[in-house]
């Protein structure tokens, strides 16, 4: 299967676009309006599609290219929803000497996902990490809030086969 970065369409509700709308009318005209509408936007929608994107370039009177400006540099904007679990890899100094590279590998490939993506079906997102504070068990993934520690690419399948 090919790898893929993104390819979930966006449903977004009537109700979210009113809620999104309240806010930017709150803000519109203000100094510093983009940061705390695009919080706000991602909010209500879990995470900030272009179409948000655009409402919100449209809702503040600025240009699309500014709005995906503030939107790519910081991160923690998510561009893409969010799989029904993460899969953090920790890539901090102790799980990376210990192999979590080849780690990430295997789980993007076992996924066909690229790191920092969401698989098609909605499922999994897959996201390296810095230190997950139990570098004792190296290399360590974290599913949702469960610790699996002293993984191998070997039993990357089976443990995902859990979920
Ligand atoms: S470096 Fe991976 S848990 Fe600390």
Known sequence: MAKTTTTIPFKGTPEQ???LKA???QWKGKEGATMPVLQAAQNIY???PIEVQTMVAEG???SLEEIYGVSTFYSMFNLEPRGEHLVRVCLGTACY???AQKVLDEL???LAVEPGHTTPDGKFTLEPTR???CCGLAPVIMI???VHGRMTPNIVRDILAKY
Request: proline share 0%.
């Open 17 to 19: 676009e009113a809620q």
């Open 108 to 110: 993007s490939r076992v």
């Open 144 to 146: 949702d809030d469960d």
């Open 97 to 99: 000497v210990k192999g």
């Open 131 to 133: 230190c997950l504070g």
């Open 60 to 62: 503040l009177g600025r």
């Open 23 to 25: 806010v930017i009318a």
């Open 46 to 48: 879990g995470y900030l």
